[in-house]
């Protein structure tokens, strides 16, 4: 997502970011893998659709 991806997100931004500070590339990359697989993990337990947004923060 970090590399292949064309289009901007809140996560790809927040990966960016994470990538300027750590100075490290690959720890980026695992950790928008992580948050990715959190998401999906806890949309699988709660049944929940996906929504894209601040109203899925909330």
Do not use: C, N, P, Y
């Not at 997502?1 to 590339?25: E, N, P, Q, Y």
């Not at 990715?36 to 929504?51: K, S, T």
Request: charged fraction near 30%; aromatic fraction near 6%.
């Amino acid at each position: 997502m970090l590399m292949r991806s064309i289009a901007w997100s809140s996560l790809k931004a927040w990966g960016v970011r994470l990538m300027k500070t750590k100075g490290r590339r690959r720890r980026a990359v695992v950790a928008v893998a992580r948050k990715i697989a959190v998401v999906l993990h806890r949309m699988w337990v709660d049944g929940a659709d996906f929504r894209r947004g601040s109203e899925a923060a909330a």
